[in-house]
């Protein structure tokens, strides 16, 4: 089932806007290799869930996915053939806001060569553009 | 031992973001040295110079200031939002026979027995904080995997590592 808040403290949200690149979660952290974002945009829990389950397919259940992504933003849509007006619309699914440079996949406990595919499966699933990372050792 | 990696700096006059813009258009990445009680500098390096030693695992530089010559240890790096290039360099003083905290990277050697027992490798730890005189930081630390297998309702081991 694709993912969503438990709980959340105002049930509509406003779009805002999404400046600049990713200043956090911009560098592998959990696996050994990542899929990092290249473009700023939505991505819907519809969009993270294809992922996830090409990633899973593909490995067999060896290794390890990190989501490094969770949709907090509701957005609402307006039913079909209803004049304007009467108020906003209802939550209709969720999104996460993605800047460029996030890291939004990660696996660990398989070779390169693996997650390099898993990975490409993946960013197949995604609707922005994506590039390979490795986990880069700290001094 | 290895020789040091030596790299030439150039003081910097002016400081902060716009001037470190327009150093980093050049080619060069903006950097500070600091430690041993003394002012601290700010100094510029060649970019290209700089990761070719960090890509050969260079920790301990030696870094030409004007026609001084001294000692120092990368503390910490500063990356662009996607982690490509380097942005800011601290350096710190450090003399060959000093004791210092370093941390140091595991490397994890062979194939772990229990993976083939459908056990998953997952590497909690992969860098470690050790004391060691300067001359002697080694690149990684280096451990064999090789006998560790899969016991059913226990994660395998730290310690036995």
Redesign the interface.
């Known amino acids: 089932m694709a993912m969503m808040p438990k709980r959340v403290k105002h049930r509509k949200s406003q779009r805002g806007r999404m400046k600049g690149n990713a200043c956090r979660s911009n560098f592998v952290a959990f696996g050994e290799y990542g899929l990092q974002a290249l473009e700023g945009s939505w991505i819907t829990a519809r969009h993270i869930e294809a992922g996830r389950v090409a990633a899973t397919h593909f490995l067999h259940r060896e290794g390890k996915v990190y989501l490094r992504l969770f949709p907090h933003k509701p957005v609402s849509a307006k039913p079909l053939e209803t004049r304007m007006g009467k108020g906003k619309g209802e939550p209709e699914f969720w999104v996460a806001r993605v800047r460029p440079g996030q890291v939004c996949f990660e696996i660990g406990g398989v070779s390169e060569d693996v997650a390099k595919q898993a990975l490409v499966r993946v960013a197949h699933k995604m609707p922005i553009r994506c590039r390979f990372v490795k986990r880069r050792h700290s001094l | 031992m290895r020789n040091n990696l030596l790299l030439k700096a150039q003081i910097r006059e002016d400081v902060g973001s716009k001037s470190a813009a327009k150093l980093r258009k050049q080619g060069r990445v903006p950097a500070v040295v600091y430690g041993h009680k003394k002012e601290p500098v700010v100094i510029s390096l060649d970019a290209h110079n700089l990761a070719e030693g960090l890509h050969h695992g260079g ?1 301990v530089v030696d870094v030409q200031i004007g026609k001084k010559k001294e000692t120092m240890i ?4 500063q ?1 662009d ?3 490509k290039d380097i942005i800011h360099v601290d350096l710190i003083r450090v003399d060959a026979t000093e004791m210092i905290k ?2 140091v ?1 595991i490397e994890l050697k062979g194939t772990a027995k229990g993976t083939h027992e459908g056990g ?4 909690h730890i ?2 470690l904080e050790i004391e060691c005189k300067v001359a002697d930081i080694p690149e990684a630390i280096v451990v064999s995997i090789k006998e560790i297998g899969v016991e059913i309702g226990r994660a395998s081991c730290r310690e036995r590592v």
Not at chain 2, 74 to 77: E, H, P
Not at chain 2, 120 to 123: G, N, Q
């Open positions: 920790r990368f503390k910490d790096l990356y939002y996607l982690g370093v941390t990277p998953i490798i997952e590497e992969d860098r």
